[in-house]
């Protein structure tokens, strides 16, 4: 019965959309805001519908319905009641009903804004939100039903299918395959969801953008309008980045937070769109430039969010973040070309429409830079779309499978991120519309010799020779004293205007100003996530030896004793292999360590957890390789030295942190001050 309620809400809803998708093309067509309303109407209802096709297979998962092949495949009685819950995402069925679910809250929320101002852009927005949705609730239905029962035929086969086949019973299952262990860590029960919502929060804007372009608005309200859903998106998105870093660093066991897998890459590469849309609207507002850049940026967004869920979907790539193989491959690859496609006639057919409303003057204004800015982060992407793409393409043309691994993408992408770290301790101190060398120099020479001082020479002085470090570490300080620069000359500006206390002036400033400061506490995450990054992908050291109990492992000023080895079962269905290790750091004990190895039953797979102590200094990263039965024999352990990685788990916090305060609404008396300006020199520009 709840199986069949799930069922038939996810049929209505896919009527739903097929008649809202028409009645508001209608209605926006021949201006009948009767048809429009009844349009928003079919929008607003498609949430309730999800949501119960959603908690109904949540009831089914919670309650063990093994008589469901998707319960059956990720769930079982050994799981906590929160892990079935998250089961919804575990695999590929239940993920589409998750992501169609986010999907249509996102655009029903939508929907009830007040449209006054901006009535002509509904009904398009319905249409694209309500064909995206329309196209999820297909697959779903079509080729990943998640209701489909299991028969058992007569020669003892099973088999699932919605519809009883001739012949079969159903079969009765007292227990499930479990969850695949990987995705039983907490960092899964929140990896996957903030993902997909800043997947599915991108949506949002894009529909804004195609009807600009389809009435013909083509000045800056619709960017104005999705700003805020814009930062909600990337907020999200980069939420998940972060904390898949951290999962991978748990579980995975190689030592790492990114490996460059294709997945990761994927669910990266809308990232750096998004990023170069957020920095290029501000010149939009601010200058009435860029407006191409703009729709190309947001089109690609969304492009790029489809078809990083069709990389995960699709069985194409062979990556512990995909599903399995399966038949919508082909559908997702269709319905990325179509609105790729339309999304480009569009923008062709109002491309004269977008011309900019002034001009550069100056190639180190802060526009100037900016659009610099989005060159990099564009190259970024052509290589990571490159490197996703070539295995695929080599294997059609070859018919042989090439990889591209990691020393690819750092060789190729390190220069553009150099580059983008200067930008950042650049563009601050440059002035809009027109900025010259020696104004620039005036401006940058202190923090330059600051940076120079603490990011080479301190490295130089505990004995850092390599080159390509000591640039980093320098540009690192060279933002970082540029921003807090920023922030300091706000606060003495405030303080001799208002008299404030510098904690004070510190607050107000940043309440009266949330876009641009939160935007400079992004930049010192980056920071602090950068020295993070220097210190795992220039200093990282590992070593592997078999050592019998009692036995050492000296590495890295460390000393790491093989104590002891136990094996037993849990009541969770594992058996955990774990050694007992003792570390020592210069001599003076720190502690013990606990790497193990836990082998599921149900699934019958191993998941390697290591030991780990981290300091802000280093992580001393040790991994259960192998062992013999009897633990005086020896055992096999990988050890890795990580210095600096902790600052980067809190460069992330403060990443996270910087966005919210940049996202929060706010008077924005800045942005308001800026088009006034914008308008006044436009007859002087002209």
């Given amino acids: 019965m709840i199986a069949d309620l799930g069922l038939g809400a996810l049929a209505i809803t896919l009527v739903v959309s097929i008649y809202g998708t028409v009645a508001a093309i209608y209605g926006g067509l021949k201006s009948k805001a009767e048809w429009i309303e009844s349009a928003r109407l079919a929008m607003l209802l498609t949430f309730p519908l999800i949501s119960i096709s959603a908690l109904s297979l949540i009831y089914l998962l919670v309650n063990g319905h093994y008589e469901f092949e998707f319960v059956t495949r990720v769930t079982s009685n050994s799981m906590p009641t929160y892990l079935k819950v998250t089961a919804l995402w575990g695999a590929q069925a239940g993920s589409l009903v998750f992501w169609s679910w986010l999907m249509s809250a996102f655009a029903s929320a939508v929907t009830l804004r007040k449209w006054d101002r901006d009535r002509e852009f509904l009904p398009w927005v319905i249409v694209v939100s309500l064909v995206t949705l329309m196209f999820f609730v297909s697959l779903i239905l079509f080729f990943e039903n998640p209701f489909a029962r299991i028969w058992r035929m007569p020669d003892g086969q099973f088999i699932a299918a919605l519809f009883q086949p001739a012949g079969g019973v159903l079969a009765s299952l007292r227990d499930g395959q479990g969850l695949n262990p990987f995705l039983r860590h907490p960092g899964m029960t929140l990896h996957p969801p903030t993902l997909y919502l800043g997947f599915v929060a991108f949506v949002i804007p894009y529909a804004f953008a195609i009807a600009a372009l389809i009435t013909g608005r083509t000045d800056d309200r619709w960017i104005r309008i999705t700003r805020r859903w814009t930062l909600i998106a990337w907020l999200f998105l980069s939420l998940g980045l972060i904390i898949g870093g951290r999962w991978a660093y748990d579980v995975l066991g190689w030592g790492g937070y990114w490996g460059w897998d294709p997945v990761e890459i994927s669910a990266f590469m809308p990232w750096l769109t998004g990023t170069a849309f957020l920095h290029s609207v501000m010149i939009q507002e601010k200058r009435g430039l860029l407006k191409h850049w703009n729709m190309v940026l947001i089109i690609l967004t969304y492009s790029l969010v489809i078809f990083g869920t069709f990389l995960t979907r699709s069985g194409v790539l ?102 983008l770290l200067l930008l950042m301790g650049i563009a601050p101190l440059s002035a809009w519309r027109h900025s010259t060398a020696k104004t620039l120099g005036r401006a940058i020479w202190k923090p330059t010799i600051l940076a120079a001082l603490v990011g080479i020479g301190a490295p130089l002085a505990l004995g850092i020779r390599s080159w390509a470090a000591l640039l980093g570490f320098f540009l690192v300080a060279l933002v970082a004293f540029v921003t807090l620069y920023e922030f300091w000359r706000g606060m003495m500006a405030r303080r001799r ?43 990282q050291k590992e070593t592997q030896g078999t050592v019998p109990a009692g036995g050492s492992i000296s590495f890295e000023g460390y000393k790491i004793t093989y104590q002891s080895l136990s094996s037993f079962d849990t009541p969770d269905g594992r058996n955990v292999t774990r050694a007992v290790v003792n570390v020592e750091k210069n001599g003076k004990n720190v502690g013990e360590l606990y790497p193990r190895r836990d082998f599921f039953f149900e699934s019958q797979q191993p998941v390697t957890i290591p030991g780990v102590r981290s300091t802000w200094e280093d992580d001393l990263y040790i991994i259960l390789v192998d062992w013999l039965p009897i633990s005086s024999q020896g055992a096999t352990f990988k050890v890795f030295v990580n210095p600096l990685v902790n600052w980067l788990w809190l460069g992330g916090f403060v990443f996270i942190l910087g966005t919210l305060v940049a996202a929060w609404p706010d008077n924005e008396p800045e942005l308001a001050t800026a088009r006034k300006r914008r308008r006044a020199a436009a007859p002087a520009e002209a």
């Fill in 318 to 419: 062979s990556s512990v973040h995909a599903f399995a193989a399966s038949a919508i491959g082909p559908l997702f690859f269709g319905f990325i070309v179509l609105t790729f496609v339309g999304s480009l006639y569009l923008l062709l057919r109002r491309w004269d429409d977008l011309k900019s409303e002034g001009t550069m003057t100056s190639l180190l204004s802060r526009e100037a830079l900016f659009l610099l800015n989005n060159l990099l982060f564009m190259g970024i992407l052509v290589v990571c779309f490159w490197g996703v793409i070539f295995p695929l393409v080599s294997e059609l043309v070859t018919n042989q499978k090439v990889t591209v691994g990691p020393p690819f993408y750092e060789r190729a992408t390190a220069p553009l991120f150099a580059g």
């Fill in 497 to 539: 205007t208002q008299g404030e206390a510098l904690p004070v002036a510190l607050a107000n400033m940043i309440a009266r100003n949330r876009r641009r400061y939160g935007g400079y506490i992004i930049h010192l995450g980056v920071v602090l996530m950068a020295i993070g990054i220097i210190g795992m992908e220039m200093f």
